[in-house]
């Protein structure tokens, strides 16, 4: 039971590297070589206390994000974060869609406005099956594929000394840096996926006995993300940030796999990048649903058909539409991924201010509220995340 829940929670974290995750860091790997791996070493601890929030607020609270704001400071503000939330998940939804799209290219040679519509089309069905968690985990599998990037990073024969030392912080100023840095934030600091985490604790509704074990529970799947990340940007640096050779499509993406793939290398990547892309995108339309619901009071998840919940089903579709609508614009996939990832940066700062103040709320948290340390944790990351958009505007 312990390897079957242990291979569950890998494959878990594997899934986590959405496609938006993995552009973004590959092109940190092309711009920065290793000089940025200090930030994914500090967005570690920072994901921790964001995960642990959430599971806080929804475990005590058993409500959602927005359905806690809405209660606690009313619709105005509640509608300000829904924009803020919206806003970033259907800029997130075209750019995932869209490296579904480049990942089917690589795979069949047919361009990729083809298969916007047709893909979304499947998702959409994929979503309004009574079974969706069980197809859901058929393409879990998928984004193992991107542990090809770990041999990739070893056969790059990357110079170990100079990985060792991009993990001491270093900042040059320069405005291409500041914007990695706060695309690496975006994406991995996400609204979404604490938003997502919320509506999950909040449906299952743990003991208030099991939450420290329920808020430590995401932390083995934290560390293995960041391992394949970490893998990924060495790979990319190795191979291609060291000729000074950038980033702005799937093809050369795939080419930092080359070591290890050879010419093999773009269907590994794709098989990747498609898994990931078909995992992300139905929960990020799915969240986006959540979130006008819980918004506007209004009844619908998953667990509904579309004929229970129209409405829900209804923004599902709407979202899916406006993403397919955004694969026509011929903006270059990773491109698309990497300016998803600064606009979540520049959004989340709103988000987890909310989350924090929920969570120390006597009747929000209802006798369960958050440590002194992890409040204190969680303005540490809201200081961070707010530095890094403000230094990104000025430079802008």
Known sequence: ???????????????????????????????????????????IPMLVVVQMLATRLAGASHRGLQSAVRRRYGPALAWISLSAIVAVNVITLGADLQAGTAALKLMTGVREQIWAIPLAIVIACMLSWENFDKTRKIFAILPLAFLAYT?????????????????????????????????????????????????EVAKDRPPRRRLLTAELATIPGILFTFVILWFILIATAATLGVHHRPIETAQDAARALAPFAGRYAPIVFAIGLFGSAILAVPVLAAGTANAMCETLAWQGSLDDTPRKAPRHYAVIYGSLAVAAALCFLHVPTVTLLFIASIAGGLATP????????????????????????????????VAIVTVAGIGFLIQS
């Open 1 to 43: 039971m312990a390897i079957t829940a242990l291979v569950s929670g890998l494959v878990s974290a594997a899934a986590d590297n959405d496609p938006t995750t993995v552009g973004t860091i590959a092109v940190a790997g092309a711009l920065t070589i290793f000089g940025l791996e200090w930030v994914l070493l500090l967005i």
């Open 151 to 199: 041999a990739a990073a070893v056969m790059a024969h990357p110079d170990w000394a100079a990985v060792a030392h991009g993990f001491i912080p270093n900042f040059d100023g320069k405005k291409a840096t500041t914007q990695t840095i706060l695309a690496l934030f975006g994406t991995l600091l996400t609204a979404y996926a604490y938003f997502w985490q919320t509506v």
């Open 350 to 381: 709103l988000t987890l201010v909310l989350m924090v103040l929920l969570v120390r709320d006597r009747s929000t948290m209802r006798g369960a509220r958050a440590s002194p340390w992890l409040v204190g944790a969680g303005w540490a990351v």
